[in-house]
């Protein structure tokens, strides 16, 4: 009876140290972990509670305000105000928004009501002139003129479009644009003079066409380009460029 206890013994050696060299380090870890801390979620060590902060091998607690919270950012203070308070002097104040207005959704400040805008702490509405309507936008006049009509000294002025123009929504500015194939030019919408072999271009610089795939400007024209032996029309269509292993010399492909 002895020796089958020995044997079972010698047999359960290996698995009892096996056991214990496996648990060794997280009982070092649970020994040297500081009060209100917790095992790292990734990785080995430690790290402190919400709450709390790292502080030679100790977690101390965070100077927690009134109408705050603790975060688990390492650096920082360690918390942020709630929901309607901000930070002023390391305490959270409350918002108190002004009439017509509405607390952000990121609880730290106010925004004005559509219809008004923010002037010396109070919402203040919007007048809209007549021709007029109402932007969301918080930046700006909050507001602009209707289709046919431009801002001019808080009013919204009739814009009288040259011939060959239309109006535009632009409360600044002209408050018109040319039709396609015209050209403003001094206050008049002057036709684009497109030459043969080009079509008209929406470019607002330029002369306002461009040459048909072949040809090259010159002068106001475009010219059919002219392809030496050995080359072809190029990625633009309007020059050209030698085949392999041709290089270009003088107005020729040449081997070299």
Known sequence: ????????????????????????????????????????????????????????????????????????????????????????????????????????????????????????GACVAINVPENGYLTDGAYGLGWECELGYRAVNDLCVEVVPPENAYPTYASYGRGWECHRGYREIEGTCVPIKVPQNAYLVDSTYGPGWKCARGCLAANETCQPVEVPQNAHLDYSGNDWECNRPYRKQVGKCVLQ
């Open 1 to 120: 009876m002895k020796q089958i206890l020995k044997l079972c013994a010698d047999c359960y050696r290996p698995l009892i140290v096996a056991t214990f060299l496996t648990t060794l380090p997280s009982l070092a870890i649970a020994q040297a972990m500081p009060e209100n801390s917790h095992k790292r979620q990734y990785g080995g060590g430690w790290e402190c509670d919400r709450g709390y902060r790292e502080s030679n091998g100790r977690c101390k607690p965070i100077n927690l305000p009134e109408n705050a919270y603790p975060t688990t950012a390492s650096y920082g203070r360690g918390w942020e105000c709630s929901y309607g308070f901000r930070e002023q002097n390391d305490q959270c104040t409350p918002i108190n928004p002004p009439a017509n207005s509405y607390i952000k959704h990121s609880g730290d400040g106010w925004i004005c009501n559509r219809g008004f805008q923010p002037v010396d």
